[in-house]
């Protein structure tokens, strides 16, 4: 596709249960990202995969948290056992590639987001 | 955390006056990204300033970088109100991920 797609664009789940998210980035962008923005905030900074290099996990939460990238291209953020704290907009990113020092600057390309809301 | 800050967090002018929103972040940086967000869904790339430069212009956009203070400032001239919308700094550290601020919230009235 043109841009990042994300699915589903709204989920309504019940607290306990596990959800999955999906992100679709760009063809051909190495590096993809996950952030998290809660009613009105910034946004946080959950992992980042780059290419084959090991994902940088140091946002995600807490253990509940997982994400996995296969073949390079898709990749799914599961969230286990939902807690209503986990409502927000999950926001996919991609790049054509990472940041790399001064001379990088890649702009990266946001999907529309994923809306999740635990009752 | 090396979320940047960002003010003020929010902003109500009349169309055709100037909106500034500022900047602050906490560590060095390689460059310093602006983003802007229509109600709550994707963010879309305005400018991107590096590390070595002190000004850049994009069309009705003008921003300024300060490393020295560690702040940026965002200006929008001539504001419309389809310039309604959040707005975002985003730094690029040597950490090789994008830390975004908090937002600055920009209501034009017409």
């Known amino acids: 596709g043109a841009g990042v797609s994300q699915s589903p664009s709204n989920k309504v789940t019940e607290k306990g249960k596990d959800v999955e998210l999906r992100c679709d980035p760009i063809?051909?962008?190495?590096?993809l990202y996950w952030y998290r923005q809660s009613l009105g905030q910034g946004l946080e900074f959950l992992i980042y995969f780059q290419g084959n290099s090991a994902p940088d996990k140091s946002g995600l939460p807490s253990d509940r948290f997982s994400a996995e990238r296969t073949g390079g291209s898709v990749s799914t953020l599961t969230i286990q056992r939902t807690q209503q704290e986990d409502s927000a907009v999950y926001l996919c990113?991609?790049?054509?590639?990472?940041?790399?020092?001064?001379?990088?600057?890649?702009?990266?390309?946001f999907g529309e987001g994923s809306w999740l809301t635990v009752v | 955390s090396q979320q940047g800050e960002e003010d003020p967090q929010a902003l109500s002018i009349q169309e055709g006056e100037n909106a500034t929103m500022n900047c602050s972040y906490k560590t060095s940086i390689n460059n310093l990204q602006w983003y802007r967000q229509n109600s709550g869904r994707g963010l879309v790339h305005l400018i991107l300033?590096?590390?070595?430069?002190r000004e850049k212009h994009s069309g009705r956009l003008r921003v300024t970088l300060d490393t020295s203070k560690k702040s940026s400032s965002l200006l929008i001239t001539a504001s419309r109100a389809a310039d309604t919308a959040s707005y975002f700094c985003?730094?690029?550290?040597?950490?090789?991920?994008?830390?975004f601020g908090t937002g600055t919230r920009l209501q034009v009235f017409p």
């Open positions: 300033i590096r590390s070595n430069e």
């Open positions: 063809s051909g962008h190495t590096a």
């Open positions: 990113a991609s790049s054509l590639d990472g940041f790399t020092g001064p001379s990088s600057g890649n702009t990266i390309y």
């Open positions: 985003a730094t690029e550290h040597n950490t090789d991920k994008l830390i």
